[in-house]
């Protein structure tokens, strides 16, 4: 249809039209640009801060080599000749098929037969090493400290039981939760936010004839008002709170509105959604041991086996040091129930699976019932071990060997809102039980690497930390994804000082927000 | 101070600008959001989400074409974005049964009211026949892009703006006529 004269005019006539809006509206325009620019920023960090993250993961994994990946000779003799074992090194040609003098790893791989590794008095047995070691070794000063440390750690393992530790542990750790338990409690309020969600409600009760800036304005003062007597109730003498009540009575009195009745209402729906809610967590990101504040070692690849001889070592002078500890996959899901406490707080429990990873360099599979001693107490008999891999009897039996750990946790959150973007900040506990696991535990006394459940601890208290951003808050399920460290606070070998840590991408989705 | 310096400090998040720049275009603006709703405080809902695009998007306008043209396009997006989203105009969204067609005496009758009294005339108009009345005839987007706009058949665009139309020329020659008569009754 062609564009008449009638339409000219109307147009012209529209062009006239010209309202003068209400005072409050630069105001709201205002405050939506900065939040919503602000949100914008925090989404760039985060995005920036899961790429870092991510990038650093495929870095770790991408630096570890495939689990069973036979070494090269070359790169392990360039490796043997460069690290501090030098004067250890084990020749293949000499070693293999032959015994090791002095040495009660006899043989190398001898399959089928029961044989008891002794090794009591370490010092014979160093000599004998000395004996069998290239002869042009001498006694450096970096292997006097290496030594040194060795005993050290010896030492401290002795003073502190692991038992013991564990226990102090726990005494720390509880009253932390309690007091943040409290804290929650203190700052239980009720939350005005979910006021503001009702407003389209209020709004189709009162109609259009209001001003929009003044509908949700009432309900809210009201509210706040509410708010503040409560607070003063709480918090004053016994005079005050009389007081207190007798304007509460006063406003409820006086004040018998439809908009008094839809601020109750709201704060009515507002109790009912501020019930459990549940949801699904999955978590993915690396793992590992770390040593003390030595939180985030290296990953492991062949070109660095081997750290130093501390590493990991339970009982002094070790000429044969346990490979270095390098991280792993994990990855945790889980059912979570999470119930608001206040306006910004909130606490979560669950049960999860979490799977975590660590990899070591192995040497040569042994196969045959064999005592292997104790790091500090008796015999374990074994059907299989491995020897440490700078003693392996060929190069080509070296191979990275991947501890997996399966854990079942129940863990308790606290979840706090920072700032009036959806971003949120957890931080809680995680009771852990290892259900199972492949891992091999080093014996420093006969230098080979055996499974040892009675060696590991198996329940883990972890500690935890993150920081969630919300997306699709208005939707029936809000994800919230973001960064998640956890921490081992007990040691995972009773001998030995390394604590399991991770660091990944955690998500969470609430699966509807259901009364349960 | 023009605008291409006005957009730059906007753009630089200077609240004097930005307030300036709305204080020059809201009135207006206000108007094409009233056009759309049934009330001034909705109006003023969608001004307001309106002006937030407008300064989060304003780094996209290139001078190409005016700004207050880029403006008011906005405003007839979030005013639809409104329509669609909000319940209480859903309905009115909805094509319902035709009432039927009018004879028209004039085609295009001299419009003598006021802005406010013609914008308040369209507003009247039944269900679906508001917007696709102000798309068509004040905005000027055809048929088809109306038709794309509120997922709708152009053809049902076309017939329901027919309908719009020669029910508003009879309201406004009433108008004219009454005024007519109330003229010839003071004389």
Redesign the interface.
Known sequence: ?Q?????K???E??????????PP??P???K??RQ??DRRRLLAWIFLLALALGGGTWWMLETMTDKGQPVTEGKIREKVEGSEVKGDKVEGDKVKGDKVKGNEVEGGEIEGRTENIVTTDVEEKNTVVKENEVKSRTTTEKEKVTRGRYEDGSETMAKVPAAKNRKTVTRDTEPQGEAALNTGRKNTKPATEKIKQDK?AAD?QSV??????E?PAKPLEEENKKEETTKETETGTAKETATAKETQKETTTQEPSADTAVAVQSSNRQQKTSKWTKGISVTVGVSGMGEGLQLFPRGLTMDNLYNSPSTGGGSGVAPLPPSRVGNGFSFGAGYTIKRNTGKRLSYSTGLRYNYYSTSIAIGTRHLGDTSIPRNTWGYVTVGVFYSNALASASFDARRIYRNQYHFVSVPFDLEMKLGDIPLYATTGLSLQYMVATNALVYSPRSYVYYKDKEALNRLQLFGNIGLHYTFFQKKKTPVQVGPQLGYGLGRLEKQNRSNLFTAGITARMALGKKRI | MDQHRLVKDCLK?K?AA??QL?EMF???M???C??YT????????V??EG??KV??NLHQFKFEGELGGWIRRIMVTTSINFLKKN??YQAELIFPEEPPLHAVNN?????R????E??DLIRQLPPGYQTIFNL???E?FN?IEIGKILGIQESTS?SQ??RA?ALL?QWIEQQNNDVKTSAYATK
Request: aromatic share 10%.
């Open positions: 249809m564009q008449s004269e009638f339409e005019r109307v147009r006539k529209m062009d006239e039209l010209n309202f003068t809006p209400s509206v630069w709201h325009i205002e939506q640009i919503k620019k389209p189709t259009v004839m209001t001003p929009p800036a509908l | 998040g609240p930005q307030k709305y809201a009135g207006p206000l108007g094409v009233y056009r049934k009330s001034v405080a909705d109006a003023e809902d001004l307001q002006f937030v300064f989060l319940s209480r085609d295009s009758p001299e419009v009211m006021g802005a406010r013609l914008a068509y005839a004040v000027g048929h076309r703006y027919a139309r020329i």
